[in-house]
């Protein structure tokens, strides 16, 4: 049983940041609606307090992001260190967050593991559901206690680290099905951030899409495109379960099948709104109907989708 060979190897990547279209770490919070602006006081609030922070939001809403702004807004002058629970080695799942000393698993080096990496700064959770329930006890005590104690190791080696943790599924939930430890949940949400869907904060979904709109054409060298009206409206009415992250995709998409100044509908990549399955249907009635039926039930159909818009 051995640990891949990381000798000569820097400890610290960013696991996500090669999944991520833009690099995270070069951008702004774009927070515009209300419900945006409260989040961001919240934030600030909380970033230079030492209290552990838990950010729930579905997949794509900025956790990231968010938790990256805590750890900058904190001052902490250590690392941001972000590691998925889920892409965790199973069976090296502690050693890889606590360390391991010289000797063990036959490595002539040993390892500060993501705590350590994180010594000073912020250590950032994702998907913290995902945490082998085996290694959360003992991961509650580290940051209790501010000490881990390395696999191998006789001693314990402190540590100073402020949690920012990320889940998608509901905690609470997790707790009573006897799959999440309760005492680390009712930690974790000494600071609690709800970070709401995009469909939730709407006033924020045009803003992004000009901001996103910004950032590719500059790094692609084209001039910044417009979107049309009905882009626009396309935009505002697509309940987005993707949320920021299928927002960024699907502008970055339009850019470079648009290749003019203006972006239309038919640049974006998303569904058509509800009306068009719809009408897709009453197709199929009409066609159902004899040739004297069709005229006037296509009629009677066209005059209730119009009212419908
Ligand atoms: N408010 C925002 N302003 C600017 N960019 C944003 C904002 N929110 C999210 N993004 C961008 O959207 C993308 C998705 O964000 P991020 O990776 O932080 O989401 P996530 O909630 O961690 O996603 P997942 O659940 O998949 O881990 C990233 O490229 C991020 O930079
Ligand atoms: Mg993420």
């Known amino acids: ?35 945006s602006q ?5 934030l600030e609030r909380l970033a230079p307090l030492p209290l552990p922070v838990l950010v729930r939001g579905e997949t794509g809403t900025g956790k990231e992001l968010l938790a990256r702004h805590i750890h900058k807004a904190s001052g902490r002058a ?39 990496s994180a010594n000073g700064g912020t250590l950032y959770l994702d998907e913290i559901g995902d945490l082998p329930q085996s290694l959360q006890a003992k991961f509650l005590a580290a940051l209790e206690n501010h000490e881990v104690t390395r696999v191998g190791a006789g001693h314990s080696t402190p540590v100073d680290v402020r949690l920012v943790a990320a889940s998608s599924i509901d905690l609470a939930q997790a707790v ?22 995009l469909r939730d904060r709407p006033g924020d979904i045009l803003p992004l899409a000009e901001y996103f709109l910004g950032v590719y054409s500059q790094r692609l060298g084209l001039a910044v495109p417009v979107f049309s009206d009905q882009a626009q409206a396309r935009l505002a009415e697509h309940p987005w379960p993707g949320n920021t992250r299928e927002l960024e995709n699907v502008v970055h998409f339009a850019l470079l099948v648009s290749r003019g100044d203006i972006i239309g509908p038919e640049h974006l990549n998303v569904p058509q709104p509800r009306a068009l ?4 249907c009453l197709e199929r009635e009409i066609d159902t109907c004899g040739p004297d039926g069709q005229a006037a039930l296509r009629q009677l159909i066209e005059e209730a989708l119009a009212r419908l818009h």
């Open 277 to 280: 399955p719809l009408r897709q």
């Open 38 to 42: 409260q989040l961001r006081q919240t």
């Open 78 to 116: 250590g690392l941001f260190v972000s590691v998925n629970c889920g892409a965790l080695s199973p069976n090296h799942a502690e050693a890889e967050l606590f360390g391991y000393t010289a000797g063990t698993y036959a490595s002539a080096a040993g390892r500060t593991g993501w705590f350590g």
């Open 1 to 35: 049983m051995t640990l891949p060979d990381t000798s000569g190897q820097p400890m610290l990547t960013f696991p996500e940041a090669e999944k991520s279209p833009l690099s995270i770490r070069a951008k702004a919070l774009v927070f515009i609606d209300p419900r």
């Open 176 to 197: 009573a099905a006897g799959k999440f430890n309760e005492r680390l949940y009712r930690y974790l949400r000494e600071g609690d951030l709800e970070l709401p869907a």
